[in-house]
């Protein structure tokens, strides 16, 4: 009902292949772990390029159901982290 309104909305997204089938209007996908959907807690400056980017694509998606990759990458800073940091869930399952 939103868009049908004529307002815009953009979905940021830890697993875009689900958001593909799904066909929100548009969206934009980070790997990031669940629970930092906009990065690392303290990250200032890097939780705003997801969001700056983030209203770009919701200004210059056109195209209804696509999925803009951005390019932010969770880095695990130590062995022990769980599993999950490494995006393993960023792509579908095999």
Avoid: H
Wanted: overall charge negative; aromatic content about 10%.
């Amino acid at each position: 009902m939103i868009e049908e309104a004529g307002i815009s909305t953009i979905q940021v997204s830890l697993m875009p292949y689900i958001l593909e089938r799904l066909l929100v209007p548009r969206a934009v996908a980070v790997e990031n772990p669940f629970g930092f959907t906009l990065g690392k807690p303290g990250d200032k400056e890097g939780q705003m390029q997801i969001i700056r980017e983030t209203l770009k694509a919701a200004i210059t998606i056109e195209t209804p159901g696509t999925v803009v990759e951005l390019p932010y990458r969770w880095v695990r800073e130590k062995t022990d982290d769980p599993e999950w940091y490494d995006g393993k869930y960023f792509k579908p399952p095999e």
